[in-house]
């Protein structure tokens, strides 16, 4: 069954607005600018932003003419279907987040970032040699952030941040 793109465009901006509803019902932390009411408010207004475009049409165009030049330009090799196996990724996010739920306290943040990163871009097709510096250099990336911009300490485990 296919879903209208303004059924799909109205459910993500419902889902923004009240993720950017609750998160300003978070109460602020003393001394800081930048509370817990920021991470939620920031995603639910994408959101919003991002089902407003899908709904009005906004960059259809961009779409209709990708696929008519892929169409135009390809191959009947490029044109089979997408195996069967591929079907299967979209479990992959909520797989890693549940792996990141259970093994980052005991691994900590940097090692279990690393092999998330590294499976999802390797399943998602990135070649190995982006993967692997990605998965190196994301996760110190993203610790960085949390631990000097946000002042939230994540888990350290058997290799915690070095700094």
Not at 89 to 98: G, K, N
Not at 103 to 117: H, K, N, Q, R
Not at 144 to 158: A, T
Request: charged residues 10%; glycine residues 8%.
């Amino acid at each position: 069954m296919l879903l209208s793109d303004r059924i799909t465009g109205s459910a993500l901006a419902a889902l923004g607005a009240t993720a950017f509803f609750y998160g300003s019902k978070l109460p602020p932390v003393p001394g800081q600018q930048v509370g817990p009411s920021a991470f939620p408010m920031v995603v639910g207004a994408g959101l919003v932003i991002c089902g407003s475009l899908i709904v009005f049409g906004i960059g259809r165009h961009f779409e209709e003419v990708a696929e008519a030049d892929v169409a135009s330009h390809a191959t009947p090799e490029e044109l089979a279907p997408v195996p069967a196996w591929r079907n299967w990724l979209a479990l992959l996010p909520p797989a890693l987040l549940a792996f990141y739920a259970l093994a980052s306290e005991t691994l900590g943040f940097l090692p279990t970032t690393a092999i998330m990163v590294l499976l999802c871009s390797l399943a998602f097709g990135a070649k190995p040699r982006l993967a692997v510096p990605l998965a190196i250099i994301a996760p110190f990336a993203i610790n960085l952030i949390f631990l000097k911009l946000l002042r939230v300490p994540l888990p350290g485990g058997m290799l915690p941040f070095p700094w």
